[in-house]
């Protein structure tokens, strides 16, 4: 799923140690007294509450609060329950039947049935058929939640009863208990067409605005786009919720105020700190720090499409897999990873990340770096000198490349000022400058949907428990969805087919080993490092934080709302450190199996906790606000991100 790996914006300098921190920048945010509000920060920016319209990690975090997955992520990411209290399938592994369990209801009262998975699922295929069927394809909102049925073979779905509905698949396989499909209510959805629900843009963009009706523990119940997101709890929520009565997330305008609001317990939890305020962070009095491994990599980028008809590259060599090849022995990825990222991440190598131990492979031709291989390999592929040292493309043209990256990514600037450095020693101009990620989003687009308007970019991608979802995006048939390289490798689209429906792990790990080597050979990507996620959260308000998975995760922001629901009041029982979890035992849900999960269990509110809201609260957030931006001037926005298992 699309993401970018810790998404960063520019730092505010901030004057007179004013830091603008407040819940809504220019609004209110107001909860009833005694509630126990639970604050999150984020640099990503907020704008979506229509889970087809979801690219970035808080946009998946938003919607996993308001629904259910058919099945759940469990705490080291096994499936458990969700809209599905138990499951089955067939010898042959190619009929799923899932029990919805009874009397579930929706957020509004309404009856939460079979009929409402059938339903979704079948908005996707019927989307998907429609697809198939235009030349100029088509996609529900982004397109980036169809290729979780369509991967898992998906061919049919059934409502039986009201608590039965089956599934069949195409091939055997168990991508289905891992599909991030959100399971909507057809009495809300249903009068709207999939044309209206699929618009993502304009004045006619489907929003979904609130009060969200959903079947997860909270629901989104106030929004300011750009802003903030105000969850309340839902009341007719089948599990367990803990202890938080409200959940606010907040977009910051920068690492900076985010640090800085949790650091004077304005917010409670912080999303993709920067190295140096990690570590300042690891000594500071109640809070705590948390280190994510990376399920996922920043990436540098090639439009492949070069200037080709409906590429908006700059040269012919972007097409070019020598000249890309070239240029990889020109990147000192140990070198940003040292000073980019302050040691917290790995150099990059293949597409799956080291984070899936029984997948991944190091490439059998790695790459160095040395500048004199990177000058050879170009004059041998045929990229001379001018008489002024500048690199000519086979046009005759000089090379002149356009680097970019979203401006919810700043540490970005710092890689840039390498690869032009680099680059520029092989006579290779680089012309760097950052871009509104909202913007990013279009340019990168593919033909016929998008100007595919870039020669190199830096972004990341996150993945999921299975690695899946990292290889979709090479498939050719995604240029113009969610390819932002515009791949185009009829043996790669050969592969990925037979790696997903392989049921013996061997022999997909030897499929899995052809696809990450003819990526790397290929380059329409080079994976500049495995960055890790870095978190931070306060204990004095909350305890039961806990990481997901036990093992290398992080308490939010992962898979699902788990985390929310196990919080717990720390002010009614001492706070645990941050741990792996013991407060959930799971079943297995395979073959005639169930899953089930127990979960700490709520304490009593605190109250009159700090965060609830007063007479004069706002009207003090508005004065410090306005002398901020006086101060200050306003910071621009917006993100990409997420990470998780397998070992």
Partial sequence: MRQPLRPRLARALVAGGLILSTIVPGGSVTAAEGDLILKTGTDQDLQVLNPWNSVVVADFEVYTLNYDLLVNFGPDLEPVPGFAESWTTSTDGKFWTFKIRPDMKWSDGQPATAEDVRWTYQLVLDAVAKSDASADGYYLGQGYLEPYLTNAGVTKVEAINPTTVTVTTEFANTLLLQAYVPILPKHIWSKYTMDEIAN??????????????????????EWKPGEFIRFAKNPNYWGTQGAVDEIIMQKFASTDTMVQALKTGEIDYARGVLADQFNALKSEPNVATVEGVANGYSELSFNTGGNKKGYGGSTSALADVAFRDALGYAIDKQKLVDSTLGGYGTAGSTIIPPFHTRWHVEPAKARTFDIEEAKRRLDAAGYKLDASNKRLDKDGKVINLRLTWPDSESENATNAQFLVEWFGQLGVTVTAAVTEEGKLIDDVTGPPNGPANYDIYMWGWVGDPDPNSLLNFFRSEEIGGASDSYYNSPKYDELFLKQRAESDEATRKGILAEMQNLVYDEA??????????????????????????????????????????????????????????????????????????SQAASATPSPTPASSSNSSLPLILGVLALVIIVVVGLVIMRGRNRRVEEE
């Avoid at 004045?203 to 119940?221: M, R, Y």
Wanted: no cysteine; net charge negative.
């Fill in 200 to 221: 993502a843009t304009g004045a006619t963009a489907f929003l979904n605005e609130p009060s969200v009706v959903g079947t997860g523990p909270f629901q989104a119940v």
């Fill in 524 to 597: 329409p990507y080079h994976i500049l490092y495995y960055d890790a996620e870095l978190h931070a959260y306060r204990t004095d308000k909350f305890g039961g934080w806990t990481n997901q998975p036990s093992v290398g995760g992080t308490p939010l922001f992962g898979y699902g709302s788990r985390g929310y629901t196990l919080l717990t009041d720390a002010s009614a029982q001492p706070s645990p450190a941050p741990s792996a979890d013991a407060s959930a035992a799971t079943g297995s849900a395979g073959t005639g199996a169930s899953a089930g999960a």
